[in-house]
């Protein structure tokens, strides 16, 4: 099992980016997804931030980036992305994605306990 993050860079505050996750050697409808993050270079834990059902018929977002980011899912290609916009220096962060198995259509992970699959992160950075 694969998943892996993509489009992670240096933006200023209030720019834009798209996150991707691109999974593979699992059953890609049979898991909800989530995103969370983890600030570089500290011992916080990684916090959910996003998450999406296996049908996108439930999402849901940490306070701290509703109305800003985005999730969505593309179950043809094995793909889930976040949109990010209105950026902030406190979204600086490492990106990681993660599977969970969900025997229920609405059930998304928002929190690591249950996660099954880890990707590696990628990298946001939120500078002027």
């Known amino acids: 099992v694969q998943l892996v993050e993509s489009g992670g860079g240096s933006v200023q505050p209030g720019g834009s980016l798209r996150l991707s996750c691109q999974v593979s050697?699992?059953?890609?409808?049979?898991?909800?997804i989530g995103w969370f993050r983890q600030a570089p270079g500290t011992d916080r834990d990684r916090d959910g931030i996003?998450?999406?059902?296996?049908?996108?018929?439930?999402?849901n977002y940490a306070d701290s980036v509703n109305g800003r980011f985005t999730i969505s899912r593309d179950n043809a290609l094995n793909t889930v992305y976040l949109q990010m916009d209105n950026l902030k220096p406190d979204d600086t962060a490492v990106y990681y994605c993660?599977?969970?198995?969900?025997?229920?259509?609405?059930?998304?992970?928002?929190?690591?306990?249950?996660?099954?699959?880890w990707g590696k992160g990628t990298l946001v950075t939120v500078s002027s």
């Open positions: 996003a998450c999406i059902g296996r049908y996108e018929l439930n999402t």
């Open positions: 993660a599977a969970e198995a969900a025997v229920g259509y609405e059930y998304c992970p928002r929190t690591k306990s249950g996660v099954d699959y």
């Open positions: 050697g699992l059953t890609f409808n049979k898991y909800a």
